[in-house]
């Protein structure tokens, strides 16, 4: 029997699209896509990208917070919920940025910006594309969510041990495991809340977090867990040049604090660097009142923002 993808109740039950729709990337892979809120062209436009292993099932709460008054685009990633799984040659960064560009073309009216959102290796996808003109054109502004740029199993906790090689070998092992994860059940859930959530996360969370980790297929969550060993996209920070923010949580074990002070501190126009109190990895979902405040801010002051406004300021750059 196939197991359900999300939890179907509650705060984190994925609420119904106004409209859904496929979109085709470079290379004819075929993306599944929803639009949330209001169809007011006045409306802010906000594009969630999920992580590894997630779906567009993940950011439920987020879009919650904001679809009243936003137009929230969420796609599942290639090989996430119902897009389709690549081939052997599908998995790689630039994919994933083929894939935003598509995204942000295929869904966004003409002539509309959006901020646009990567949790994990969502905001991975959102550095790789930095420099594509679509990203340029689309994005009035950019939230970097829980990620990192480069060093990733070097840099985790997961496994704190106190050899830095050692541990990559026991990250880049666990992660790119093929195994089936099973049933969700109390230990697994157990584990993912000591991977990935902070110790305050409630059973609702897990629960939810697991039900959708759980629905991802093992080759595709090893395929994407092979690209990301190997990630350095450090050199493209810097070609974001719209305004961002950048947010974690301070017990975050798979991409600590020091990726979100590297990556801020190498953003042309950073507005500011969010550290969230004893949150792990999972901050959209274990508050998505602060991950939507900020996104409310974002739209707020740049939404209506030129491309090529002015340099950034001194309040811009501090964090």
């Known amino acids: 029997m196939r197991r359900v993808p999300h939890v179907t109740s509650g705060p984190y039950a994925p609420p119904a699209g106004a409209h859904e729709l496929t979109v085709t990337s470079a290379d004819g892979a075929r993306l599944h896509a929803e639009l949330h809120g209001p169809a007011d062209p006045a409306?802010?436009?906000?594009?969630?990208?999920?992580?590894?292993?997630?779906?567009?099932?993940?950011?439920?709460?987020?879009?919650?917070?904001?679809?009243?008054d936003h137009r929230v685009v969420v796609y599942d990633?290639?090989?996430?919920?119902?897009?389709?799984?690549p081939g052997p040659e599908g998995y790689s960064?630039?994919?994933?940025?083929?894939d935003l560009e598509a995204v942000l073309e295929q869904t966004l009216e003409p002539g509309r910006r959006a901020v646009v959102v990567g949790h994990s290796m969502g905001g991975m996808t959102v550095m790789a594309a930095a420099g594509r003109p679509a990203l340029r054109e689309r994005a009035a502004a950019v939230?970097?969510?829980s990620t990192?740029?480069?060093?990733?199993?070097?840099?985790?906790?997961?496994?704190?041990?106190?050899?830095?090689?050692?541990?990559?070998?026991?990250?880049?092992?666990?992660?790119?495991?093929?195994?089936?994860?099973?049933?969700?059940?109390?230990?697994?859930?157990?584990?993912?809340?000591?991977?990935?959530?902070?110790?305050?996360?409630?059973?609702?969370?897990?629960?939810?977090?697991?039900?959708?980790?759980?629905?991802?297929?093992?080759?595709?969550?090893?395929g994407w867990a092979h690209v990301m060993g190997d990630?350095?996209?450090?050199?493209?920070?810097?070609?974001?040049?719209?305004p961002a923010a950048v947010i974690v949580g301070t017990a975050d074990r798979l991409t600590p604090?020091?990726?979100?002070?590297?990556?801020?501190?190498?953003?042309?126009?950073?507005t500011g660097l969010t550290e969230l109190p004893g949150l792990g990895h999972m901050t959209p979902v274990e508050d998505p009142g602060a991950v939507s405040g900020v996104i409310r801010r974002l739209a707020a002051e740049h939404a209506d923002a030129k491309i090529d406004d002015a340099s950034p300021t001194a309040e811009e750059r501090t964090t």
């Open 43 to 68: 409306a802010p436009a906000v594009v969630l990208v999920h992580g590894w292993t997630c779906s567009t099932a993940f950011w439920a709460p987020v879009v919650r917070e904001l679809a009243a």
């Open 148 to 222: 990192g740029a480069s060093r990733l199993i070097e840099r985790a906790r997961v496994v704190p041990l106190r050899s830095e090689r050692l541990r990559a070998r026991v990250h880049r092992a666990i992660l790119g495991a093929r195994v089936s994860m099973g049933p969700v059940t109390p230990v697994s859930k157990w584990l993912l809340r000591y991977g990935t959530m902070g110790p305050g996360a409630a059973p609702a969370m897990v629960e939810a977090c697991a039900r959708i980790v759980h629905a991802c297929p093992r080759a595709v969550r090893a």
């Open 231 to 242: 990630l350095d996209v450090d050199a493209r920070v810097g070609l974001l040049t719209m």
């Open 257 to 270: 604090p020091e990726h979100a002070h590297a990556i801020a501190a190498a953003l042309p126009r950073c």
């Open 93 to 98: 960064t630039e994919a994933l940025a083929d």
């Open 143 to 145: 939230l970097l969510c």
């Open 77 to 85: 990633q290639r090989g996430h919920g119902r897009s389709a799984a």
